[in-house]
């Protein structure tokens, strides 16, 4: 009768073994957690008492604020008009004290997934129509719309979106807009510029 | 009703082949040339079996007189011009909210080649579900332990069988010779088998005990389940795209903040389902459909797939995903800090999450962790440059040294690396 226990006591211990996964989907415990979780609002502690008054982190932000540290906002409206006149925007940025390397950074990071980083519409996201995304990305390069482009048009679509495109308004600061269209129009000025030897175009990317 | 349905299937699958094959043998030039002008000109816009930024593409010739590629020829000449009297691209512009681009560079020849394309691409797709069969089973990777645990569970009954064989063959042994030993005392009541257990059950208790104990606030290998099935894998993996484009925040901000869903939305916008990547399991090896998985992410943003433009943004609930890296609040740790300023790499932390399904939490996040890192990393010391950091001047003692070779490089430790308030205030 006893050896009847251990065995089944056994099997038992062998089967709550084999059983426990290996995820682990809590946390565990914390020791004495009198300074572990704040007492302040922290980022993602729970804004419930918002969400009762229909505020929600992913609202826009009141108009006419401006975000600490940003330049001064860009006062076209989302809209057909905003989108013709935008052509006659002029970068507030002066050309020596754009910093190219920061701009290609940011390029690299949000726009060439699509675009390609030789802007060449052919990013990973597309990759020859193999990629996951359903629509051709631009050629920032060769494509005639893109190519002849105002830059205050180019900083338009970036901010409010154009056709598959999003808007960049919440990953791009105002002035980090600006040095992308900058990047792109210096990338477009020196293919147009140096046909013959296109390769010298890339070559001059900093690694 | 076909009563035998494999026959059935099979028998339209020859066919559909066969249809592809003639076009395909009919003019492979013309859709090749189709496809290059459809890449170059309509693919920005147009898919073949989806309405987009413009209308599906797939069996345009039924559709209005586009039958007739003359007047598909002057549409795509001068889309403004023929919308004039033209009821239907009227309806075809307040329906999709934006003007289609005129291309006067397009012929009657190119029309014809883009026709043969979409019509084969669109026979292809179709054909496609039915074909594809592959499956893949998820590895089971604890089957080696049930192994194991079977194989030494036998053993330790044979052992204990062969035991008590054994005994009994010499109590049997001891009867015939006729030797009397006093009886056996059983195992359990023996002293030294006692002792014994007792000292084994306290050197096993005590490990398992003191390792639960430090592992108290320790939450390696944590990975909760998400209210998205959304995967690492997929996404910065396969699709190779930067940290940085979702947790941009990491570069100047405390936090590696949790992208909002109008992030996701800039590609699930257009991408509405997951069929081109491999296929996602679960961890019992359920298998997970990513095109489900999107939906969830669309009912989250209020947006309607088949009504791409009318999708407003700030209507877009949070979707509540579970933060999985916790420090106590008696730590401070700034991303911007050690990956802008430190050059660290996401992944000496968080691990290949290119390579994660499901992200778990692979450093243990502890006191030692931190300070072991702050002891091995070497400082990048160069500010004289513009790739430098200026700050670093300010060493001066540290700049002598190694230009006098009393010290071959800095390490964190050295500027402080190791001080208590440097995390602790």
Redesign the interface.
């Known amino acids: 009768m006893k050896k009847i226990w251990i065995i089944t006591g056994?099997m038992a211990l062998?089967a709550v073994?084999?059983s426990c996964?290996?995820?682990?989907?809590?946390?565990?415990?914390?020791?004495m957690?009198d300074?572990?979780?704040?007492?302040a609002y922290?980022?993602?502690s729970s804004t419930e008492n918002l969400k009762e008054k229909g505020i929600?982190?992913?609202?826009?932000p009141v108009e006419g604020t401006l975000a600490r540290g940003d330049m001064a906002g860009y006062s076209l409206k989302n809209d057909s008009s905003g989108y013709v006149q935008s052509a006659a925007i002029k970068s507030p940025l002066s050309a020596d004290s754009i910093d190219l390397?920061e701009a290609e950074r940011l390029y690299?990071?949000?726009c060439a997934?699509c675009h390609g980083t030789k802007l060449d519409g052919n990013g990973?996201?597309w990759n020859?129509?193999?990629?996951?995304?359903?629509?051709?990305?631009?050629n920032l390069i060769t494509d005639p719309?893109t190519a002849n482009m105002a830059e205050g048009t180019m900083f338009h679509s970036v901010t409010y979106g154009r056709?598959?495109?999003?808007?960049?308004a919440?990953?791009l600061t105002t002035k980090q807009r600006w040095e992308v269209v900058a990047y792109i129009k210096s990338k477009q000025g020196s293919a147009s510029a140096a046909k013959p030897a296109a390769d010298t175009a890339t070559a001059v990317t900093p690694k | 009703m076909i009563p035998c349905k494999p026959i059935g299937k099979k028998l339209t699958l020859t066919l559909l082949s066969v249809f592809v094959f003639s076009f395909v043998y009919v003019s492979a030039q013309d859709i090749a040339a189709g496809k290059a002008i459809f890449?170059g000109k309509c693919?920005?816009?147009?898919?073949i079996g989806?309405n987009?930024?413009g209308p599906a593409l797939a069996g345009l010739e039924e559709r209005h007189k586009w039958a007739d590629h003359n007047e598909l020829l002057k549409w795509i000449n001068n889309p403004a011009g023929y919308m004039k009297n033209d009821p239907y691209t009227q309806g075809l512009l307040a329906e999709y909210k934006?003007m289609m681009?005129g291309f006067s560079d397009i012929t009657l020849k190119d029309v014809d080649d883009l026709v043969a394309y979409i019509n084969d691409a669109d026979a292809k797709a179709k054909a496609g579900p039915s074909t594809t069969t592959t499956t893949g089973e998820p590895e089971k990777?604890?089957s080696n332990?049930?192994i194991f645990?079977v194989i030494s569970?036998i053993l330790a009954i044979i052992a204990l069988i062969l035991m008590q064989v054994n005994s009994n063959l010499k109590k049997m042994s001891d009867d015939a010779e006729g030797i009397s030993r006093p009886e056996q005392v059983p195992f359990y009541k023996n002293k030294i088998y006692i002792a014994m257990m007792a000292l084994i059950f306290f050197a096993v208790a005590g490990y398992y005990f003191s390792k639960a104990?430090i592992?108290?606030?320790?939450?390696t290998?944590?990975?909760?389940?998400q209210p998205i099935y959304y995967s690492h894998k997929v996404h910065a993996g396969i699709?190779?795209?930067?940290c940085?484009?979702c947790h941009?925040s990491a570069w100047d901000s405390?936090?590696a903040?949790?992208p909002?869903?109008?992030?996701c939305?800039?590609?699930h916008?257009?991408?509405n389902e997951?069929v081109?990547?491999p296929k996602l399991y679960d961890?019992a090896g359920n298998e997970i459909n990513g095109t489900a998985e999107i939906a969830k992410l669309y009912k989250a943003a209020g947006f309607d797939p088949a009504k791409p433009n009318d999708w407003d943004?700030?209507k877009?609930?949070?979707i509540e995903w579970v933060?999985i890296h916790?420090l106590?609040?008696?730590v401070y740790f700034n991303h911007s800090q050690h990956i802008r300023a430190g050059k660290v790499q996401c992944q000496s932390c968080h691990g290949e999450v290119t390579a994660m399904d499901?992200v778990?939490q692979v450093s243990e996040l502890s006191m030692g962790w931190c300070i072991n890192c702050h002891r091995e990393t070497k400082v990048d010391f160069n500010y004289s440059d513009?790739t430098g950091n200026k700050f670093y001047s300010i060493y001066e003692k540290f700049h002598n040294d190694i230009k006098n070779h009393k010290m071959d490089s800095v390490s964190v430790k050295d500027i402080g690396g190791l001080e208590c308030q440097k995390c602790h205030y």
Request: some cysteine.
């Open positions: 056994c062998m073994m084999v996964n290996n995820t682990r989907r809590n946390p565990g415990r914390a020791y957690p300074m572990a979780y704040s007492r922290e980022t993602y929600y982190y992913t609202s826009m390397k690299l990071i949000n997934i990973p996201l020859n129509g193999d990629g996951p995304y359903p629509v051709a990305p631009r719309i056709n598959s495109m999003g808007s960049y919440a990953q | 890449m693919a920005s816009c147009h898919q989806k987009g930024t934006s681009t990777g604890n332990a049930i645990g569970l104990a592992g108290l606030g320790r939450q290998d944590y990975a909760p389940v699709n190779q795209i930067s940085l484009y941009g405390k936090h903040a949790i909002a869903v109008n992030i939305m800039n590609c916008k257009s991408i997951y081109k990547g961890e943004p700030s877009a609930k949070p933060k916790n106590p609040d008696h499901e778990k513009s």
